[in-house]
């Protein structure tokens, strides 16, 4: 089992920036690549931005590229996502969620991934 809980989320201005964290405990952390998937309300969960269990391979949905960042501290049993030049579309409940690396052939397919956390909002207000 792999317990995932996410923090940084808030409410900030169009234009501005947040650094969600998400803490893993319970496994090796690097037999973990790990996602992060956002779901607006009313709307279905979508992936956001995906990492290997190395940081050697990084993947960004079209719509957050050039602005958000994912990076991950094996040391620290942490991946983190930082979220720049935040837009009101940005909003949304922000999940964090880890699948086995051996299984890790569709980064941005939610149900693939095997453990999540319960997520933290992230509100931008235009």
């Known amino acids: 089992q792999v317990h995932l809980v996410e923090s940084g989320g808030g409410l900030v201005q169009a234009g501005g920036s947040l650094r969600l964290s998400c803490a893993a405990s319970?496994?090796?952390?690097?037999?973990?690549?790990m996602g992060w998937f956002r779901q607006a309300l009313g709307k279905e969960r979508e992936f956001v931005a995906a990492?290997?269990?190395?940081?050697?391979?990084?993947y960004y949905a079209d719509s957050v590229k050039g602005r958000f960042t994912i990076s991950r501290d094996n040391a620290r049993n942490t991946v983190y996502l930082q979220m720049n030049s935040l837009k009101s579309e940005d909003t949304a409940l922000y999940y964090c969620?880890?699948?086995?690396?051996?299984?890790?052939?569709?980064?941005?397919?939610?149900?693939?991934?095997?453990?999540w956390g319960q997520g933290t909002q992230v509100t931008v207000s235009s």
């Open positions: 990492i290997s269990w190395s940081g050697g391979a990084i």
């Open positions: 969620a880890a699948q086995e690396r051996s299984t890790w052939t569709s980064p941005g397919t939610d149900r693939r991934y095997e453990y």
């Open positions: 319970g496994r090796t952390f690097t037999n973990y690549a």
